[in-house]
């Protein structure tokens, strides 16, 4: 396997990418300058809802669409210029099946191992050892067609894993699976990242995959970066939610007026009830509550929730990212 | 589905690393994709019936129908018309493969592989070779019984002839499958309605001696009127050299017709 960058530069890196798609006559921007480096090894969810550009910048850095403008490079080669030698170093698991439904998943071990160069022998060797990995050794011999959703899934990681890639891509792989199949998925995805270290990108636009298995996650809307770092960090920039409840509307007023001292406070008023939006609002909760006693305006409920990603999307964008998914939930399948 | 099943279990770590001998080529792609697509073919040989089923039916329902012919039987006349029909129906059906597999993602999967983009439709047309084989040596083996004289060496050279037609035809079912990308009615209105005309053009089922004018045009401008002509030479044992030739030309003009056509769609499809 080629490549020319060190074990510390990005494997992947894109400056300015940018895809453009004409449909129906109107011109959709899908992806809009993307600035991206990703280092090698990395864990990188890029989430958003669907029809962000996620699944097409996946699809630029993948070979599958060439970018209207901008360029990137994986593992060290332009992916309009030199295809084939990214193409060689990349894995890549697509939404769809990888595997054959009219084939057997032994024999797409085997076809795969050989399109990458590997000799007979070794291209068999890898093939068993792969199902052995996936636990996929008793269905080997049946047609693809036979096997369950999350069965398949687990042969088309095996199939884009076949030459041990160093990047690995999945663009949206738990959907259409089971939570069972899923929770295994991403077991599967990080024992990859943990075990042998491989860089890997997936899409999602389940809010708790990102969040579960992602050391970075990427948030993609209207084919823009809108934010980009740990799914704590992410959270915790957006701070917990305090909400409490008074015996009154002007004992809230009260307690609202004291909340606004504290630093970076976001407040909201509605009758008796009072919200605050606050960093670190879990541990200023105690006190806060105590003070409101001392007082004579004390709470009569008080309940503290930390923040989702669905919270982060929402101030991000001012739109639920559930609520997207669900009012969007086929177009990125037809864009892409 | 249970859920057992689906539960891998604790495995061994996968290696890290593995030794690729070398950069396939062309040629070795090529080769890669034709075994691959042989695969299902060869694990179930069974497959290559479904194709003949349609081919057999007139066989079994047109053949006594047909008068005697002055020399020879009407099973002679008819049986190499049949071979070129099953090539025609099979080549033409195979596109939907590809269809299926677009639809289903492993086409994609193959394209973000290293493998020759051009080696992706050659190797897949490359195929229909084996099929085309496979059932020409089935309906010789069925009709040899009744009043068909094998001759082997014109069956075998006439059904090379029809397996080269049968990749320049598998070739342009591909680009249609392509081009109908994502619209499966298209392939299949396309595929049915071209299909019948170019077999009844090139006379398999009935004879055009007594054809009106542009009819009998018609059918010098269908290759496949030269090929079955050949064929049913080839497959009562005569070589007349000018007929024979005319035949493997019209076959290759469709195989590189078909090569070229293919390409560009894949090309385009990109």
């Known amino acids: ?336 | 589905m249970s859920a057992v099943l689906d539960t891998p279990t604790r495995t061994t770590p996968l290696s890290t690393t593995v030794t690729s001998e070398r950069v396939p080529g062309f040629l070795a792609d090529t080769w890669n994709v034709m075994v691959r697509e042989l695969r299902p073919v060869l694990r179930e040989p069974v497959s290559v019936l479904f194709a003949m089923v349609q081919p057999l039916v007139f066989l079994g329902l047109f053949a006594p129908l047909l008068p005697e012919v002055p020399h020879g039987s009407a099973l002679q006349w008819f049986v190499p018309g049949i071979v070129v029909m099953t090539a025609l129906m099979g080549a033409s059906m195979t596109g939907s493969n590809l269809t299926q597999e677009m639809m289903t993602g492993s086409h994609e999967r193959l394209l973000v592989s290293p493998l020759n983009r051009s080696s992706l439709l050659v190797g897949r047309a490359l195929k229909e070779v084996v099929p085309v084989l496979m059932q020409a040596a089935i309906i010789v083996a069925v009709v040899t019984p009744f009043s068909f004289d094998l001759h082997l060496g014109g069956v075998l050279l006439g059904s090379l002839m029809a397996a080269l037609f049968a990749i320049g035809l598998g070739s342009l079912s591909f680009a249609l499958a392509l081009v109908s990308k994502g619209q499966e009615w298209l392939f299949w209105t396309v595929q049915q309605t071209l299909i019948f005309p170019v077999l009844l053009l090139a006379g398999v089922l009935l004879p055009l001696d007594g054809a009106p004018g542009w009819l009998a045009t018609a059918s010098d401008l269908n290759p496949l009127t030269y090929v079955v002509e050949a064929e049913r030479a080839l497959f009562a044992g005569d070589y007349p050299a000018d007929t024979v030739l005319a035949g493997f030309a019209a076959a290759a003009l469709v195989a590189v017709l078909g090569l070229v056509v293919g390409l560009r769609a894949m090309r385009r499809a990109d």
């Open chain 1, 1 to 336: 396997m080629t490549n020319h960058t060190t074990r510390t530069g990005p494997v992947i890196r894109t400056s300015g990418l940018t895809k453009t798609f004409t449909r129906h006559k109107k011109e959709v921007r899908a992806v809009r300058g993307l600035d991206l480096e990703i280092a090698d090894g990395e864990l990188v969810a890029f989430l958003g809802p669907n029809g962000a550009g996620k699944s097409t910048t996946l699809r630029m850095l993948t070979t599958l669409v060439p970018p209207t403008a901008g360029s990137a490079e994986v593992a060290g080669h332009d992916v309009v210029r030199h295809q084939r030698e990214v193409r060689r170093a990349l894995g890549y698991v697509g939404q769809g099946n990888g595997a054959g439904h009219q084939q057997r998943g032994r024999d797409e071990l085997v076809a795969q191992a050989r399109a990458h160069g590997l000799g007979r022998a070794d291209a068999r060797r890898r093939a068993e050892e792969l199902l052995e990995a996936f636990d996929l050794t008793e269905l080997a011999d049946r047609p693809v067609s036979t096997l369950s959703g999350g069965q398949r899934r687990r042969l088309d990681v095996a199939i884009g894993l076949v030459h041990a890639p160093r990047i690995l891509f999945l663009d949206e792989p738990s959907t259409g699976l089971d939570p069972q199949n899923r929770v295994n998925l991403q077991e599967q995805v990080q024992r990859l990242h943990r075990e042998l270290g491989t860089t890997i990108v997936l899409t999602t636009h389940y809010l708790e995959e990102a969040d579960a298995i992602a050391g970075r996650v990427v948030v993609i809307d209207h084919g823009v970066v809108i934010a980009d770092d740990t799914a704590a960090r992410l959270k915790s920039a957006l701070g917990d939610l305090v909400s409490l409840g008074f015996a009154s509307p002007a004992h809230a007023a009260a307690a609202a007026e004291r909340a606004a001292r504290i630093d970076g406070a976001s407040i909201t008023v509605s009758g008796a009830d009072l919200r605050v939006r606050v960093a670190h609002g879990r541990d200023l909760a105690a006190s806060y509550v105590a003070d409101l006693a001392a007082a004579g305006t004390p709470a009569t409920r008080l309940e503290v929730v930390g923040p989702t990603l669905d919270d982060v999307f929402l101030d991000l964008t001012g739109r639920s990212l559930r609520e997207s998914n669900e009012s969007t939930d086929t177009t990125e399948g037809a864009a892409a």
